[in-house]
Structure formats: C-alpha cells, structure tokens
C-alpha cells in the first residue's frame, strides 16, 4: 500500500475540544495553550467558532482570542461559523481562515444552526461570498456526513449534493465531517469514492471522531484512498453540543503516533503535543481519551 509522505493536520483542540468543556477557560489560558500547539509545529490551528455565547459560552472570547493569537503567516489559524451574522463577526477579526459549515442531516441542522439544509446551504453561499470579499480562505465542511444519531442513515447523494454545492462556490478545502462518530470503513470509501471526482485536484480532508472506537480505522481506509488532510484534537478532546454522547475526536498524539509507523510526516513534535494534553489535562480536572498523551 503507498501513502502520501506528508500528511496535514488541523488541530482542533482549542475550538471542538473546549466547546464541550464544563470548564471554561480564560483567553489567556487559550493564547498559552494555541502557543503551545504552534511551538510543537502544529501548522494549522482551529482557534475559536463564531456562535451564539449563550448556547456555546466556551466560545464567547472568540475576538479576544484571535486578537491575542501570535503573529505568523506559517500557521493556518481558523475560526468555525454556522450562519451569516458568525461569519460578519468572523470578518470584523484578523481571521484568515474560516470555516462555513452546515449539516447532511435535517434534524442536525434544525438543532445546530436553526435552519434546515436547505435553508443553510443557501446561507452557507451568502457566507462564502462575504468571506472571498473581504479576502478570506474558507474551509467548507458538512456535518453528519457519515451518519446521525437522529436519522441514522445520511443518504451517499446527499452528501455528495453539498459537496458540490461547496466546490462550486469555490471553498479552499472541502472537509467531510463525522460529528457523531458513527463511520465505518465502508462508509468512508463509499463517501470518498463520490466526492473525490468531483473534487478533483482539490483538497479533501476528513474530521473524525472517535465515538465509537473506530477513528484510526476510518483514517487508515481514508489514507488508502489518497486522503491527507485531517483534523485531531490534543489528548481527544471534542464532541458536539447538539448532539446527544458526542464524544472527542482523534487524539493528536496517537494520530501522529500511527503515521509515525507508516513513514509519514507531519512535521509536528506530538511529545510537545502530549505534554500541552498533560497541561490541558490538569487544568480542566479529568483525563482525556487519548492513548499516547500518557506515555510520551
């Protein structure tokens, strides 16, 4: 089996990972902990989400934490938004990336941004088109794509629709997200075999979560198939707040460590990694679920 040698990770720590916290951190315990991250290499930071305070108070800092983020042009920071009036405040900060993301699922999208599908998708082009005004790149992900707890199953041609929708809007990355953690290696290749023809050349990446075990599986089977884009959050940290047993995403640490087995580089040192887990760790009071934040 031949793997790409590079593969890129997001992490998403400090945005899906704090989101599900009890605890919230202040802006300068978040600064310490992105600081963290970019000292370990890690060359894209998802940093915040642009979202109601009252429904994601973990998130209410967005601008302090964006106005206080280092300055270099060698990381990707990026914020999340679910509708127009996130991605005008997303705009009014030094941002440079943003993600527009919107949900396969009805009930999902109902729950998450108050909209149907369709009602986000057409919100979702209104947020693109103010992003590339104000000379933004834009990360396009689509929750659910794997499946939702709610509906179960989420149709191939629906996803493989908002995937369109997005490429045809001209988003700088298309990212397939597994918000419930119910994929299964079959449902990535079947995802995957959809979208990657149309997309081309263009990037393509996968946020997993581990939910049920299964996110290194689903990672293995998507660098089968020529993906090297994904998102992991340190120590396992994340879940969704709409979503009933959500849990973390791929642990940072133990993504690295897997890649690590297989030649690939990523160009991040997971021991300093780890060591931000183990910091994060004693701070919000529990363990985390990674596996390799322990031992490095």
């Keep these: 089996m031949v793997f790409a040698k590079h593969v890129f990770i997001t992490e998403v720590g400090p945005r899906d990972g704090l989101q599900m916290e009890k605890l919230v951190l202040s802006t300068d315990q978040k600064t310490r902990l992105i600081n963290g991250l970019v000292n370990a290499g890690v060359g894209a930071v998802q940093v915040a989400s642009f979202v109601h305070p009252g429904k994601v108070p973990q998130m209410a800092d967005a601008e302090a934490v964006i106005d206080a983020l280092p300055p270099t042009d060698a990381v990707e920071f990026s914020a999340l938004t679910l509708n127009l009036k996130g991605m005008e405040r997303a705009c009014r900060t030094t941002i440079r990336w943003i993600e527009v993301s919107l949900s396969a699922s009805e009930t999902q999208s109902l729950k998450n941004s108050g909209m149907s599908v369709d009602e986000a998708l057409a919100e979702a082009s209104a947020m693109i088109d103010l992003a590339r005004q104000e000379g933004r790149k834009v990360r396009g ?3 659910c794509s794997f499946g939702c707890v709610n509906e179960c199953e989420i149709e191939v041609s629906q996803v493989q629709r908002l995937a369109g929708k997005l490429l045809n809007k001209g988003v700088d990355r298309l990212v397939l997200a597994d918000t419930t953690g119910m994929a299964t290696p079959p449902a990535v290749r079947q995802n995957l075999a959809a979208v990657l023809p149309m997309a081309g050349d263009f ?16 990672l293995m089977t998507a660098l089968e198939m020529g993906i090297s884009h994904f998102d992991t959050s340190l120590g396992g940290l994340g879940g969704c707040p709409f979503v009933a047993g959500a849990a973390g995403n791929i642990a940072t640490e133990d993504t690295i460590h897997l890649l690590n087995s297989l ?24 363990d985390l679920t990674g596996k390799m934040y322990r031992l490095l």
Aim: glycine share 12%; hydrophobic share 45%.
């Design 141 to 143: 992900s689509i929750q």
């Design 263 to 286: 030649n690939i580089a990523t160009g991040i040192d997971h021991a300093k990694v780890a060591a931000a887990s183990r910091m994060l760790s004693r701070l919000l009071g529990h």
């Design 203 to 218: 990037p393509v990446g996968l946020h997993l979560h581990d939910t049920r075990g299964m996110g290194l599986v689903n």
